[in-house]
């Protein structure tokens, strides 16, 4: 029995309260702890703290660390092996994904509502394009990260290319195609279709859609060397963000191993996916994580000056939705291009291979 359902610690100095909630932070998005561990390990430092007679960070450490070390002695290697490169477990990216296109379809019916008015005039083309754009919000932030991360590759290259043609789809449909009113609806009935993919988002459990998206096949163990093998390569490329390269060369180590061994895969190295987490265990997993950001970010810092230069080479200060924009957009740039250096800063001192095909041990 853990105590999550305890009483909090009351924290004496305001930097042990800092110290806890950086703590809880980095435990809870990096390493999706079991229900109630974060307020074990809590419970257990505030009263090593008190004995002590000092602050918690001169006991135990800087939080992120100490984060780090409690996943790895308290957390197990089954679950953890589970977890993709952004710290996240199956099926929350898919939900996660509903909950941000809920917000983008409120935020987007506010918009219209300021710029357009309370009633709005739509025909079939703005009520397809806009059916599509919460197709390709959700497939880009949850169906084709769940994807990649369960190391369903051919899906996922799939899904991209069919998100390229939504994008497309909706673009033509947005400029192209003659509008004809078919109906008037109110701005803020897209606050309805926003609360309905939220609340979504929130009720289902993120085992279930870990489960559509992983698939019976990849669900179960591979049986024969070949199949782990291959389970390995894609696990490392698709649910750890390695280079093909990298990950081809651990397989092929892997498979060397075997030969001058003799034995089978399941026996020398254990689960393929819990294999696959010791060895992308390494110092490349911080370059690795920001590479996977880079180009979602490049492509957000890009559309937003695109946007910026569209206010400023067409401004008209009459308009509220013109000083929404010209307070929002400042904020999204710094945002968005903050982010970016953070991603540059951490590729350059990271190191520049994945370290790992130094094939780890068993």
């Not at 000092?54 to 450490?61: D, K, S, W, Y």
């Not at 100490?66 to 953890?80: F, G, H, K, L, Q």
Request: overall charge neutral.
């Amino acid at each position: 029995m853990t105590r999550g359902t305890e009483q909090r610690p009351v924290w004496t100095h305001e930097d042990d309260e800092r110290w806890a909630a950086q703590f809880e932070l980095a435990l809870v998005y990096r390493h999706n702890p079991p229900d109630g561990l974060a307020d074990e390990v809590l419970a257990e430092v505030h009263e090593i703290a008190a004995e002590a007679g000092r602050p918690i960070r001169e006991v135990v450490g800087e939080p992120n660390a100490y984060a780090d070390t409690v996943a790895a002695e308290r957390i197990s290697e089954t679950r953890r092996s589970a977890d993709g490169l952004d710290g996240l477990a199956a099926g929350d990216r898919f939900t996660g994904g509903l909950v941000l296109a809920g917000g983008q379809a409120v935020l987007f019916g506010i918009a219209l509502w300021v710029g357009k008015g309370f009633w709005l005039t739509a025909g079939w083309p703005e009520l397809t394009g806009g059916a599509l754009l919460a197709v390709v919000s959700v497939a880009v932030s949850g169906v084709m990260p769940e994807l990649r991360a369960a190391a369903r590759l051919r899906a996922w290259r799939i899904a991209r290319a069919a998100v390229c043609a939504l994008v497309v789809t909706t673009a033509v449909l947005f400029t192209s195609v003659p509008s004809r009113s078919l109906v008037e609806v109110p701005a803020p009935a897209l606050f309805g279709v926003g609360a309905l993919l939220a609340f979504a988002g929130f009720r289902l459990p993120g085992e279930r859609a870990g489960r559509w998206f992983l698939g019976r096949r990849a669900a179960a163990e591979p049986v024969g060397d070949d199949a782990w093998l291959a389970r390995l390569e894609t696990l490392l490329r698709g649910r750890h963000g390695y280079r093909p390269a990298a990950a081809a060369r651990c397989r092929e180590e892997a498979r060397d191993h075997l030969r001058a061994s003799g034995g089978d895969a399941a026996e020398e190295f254990g689960p393929v996916e819990v294999y696959a987490m010791r060895l992308a265990d390494n110092p490349g997993r911080t370059s690795r994580s920001a590479r996977a950001k880079l180009i979602p970010v490049a492509a957000m810092c890009a559309l937003t000056v695109w946007c910026g230069y569209g206010l400023l080479t067409d401004p008209e200060p009459r308009s509220v939705w013109f000083w929404v924009k010209a307070v929002a957009l400042p904020l999204a740039i710094w945002t968005w291009g903050s982010t970016l250096l953070e991603i540059r800063s951490a590729l350059r001192h990271g190191t520049r291979e994945d370290t790992v095909e130094r094939h780890g041990s068993k």
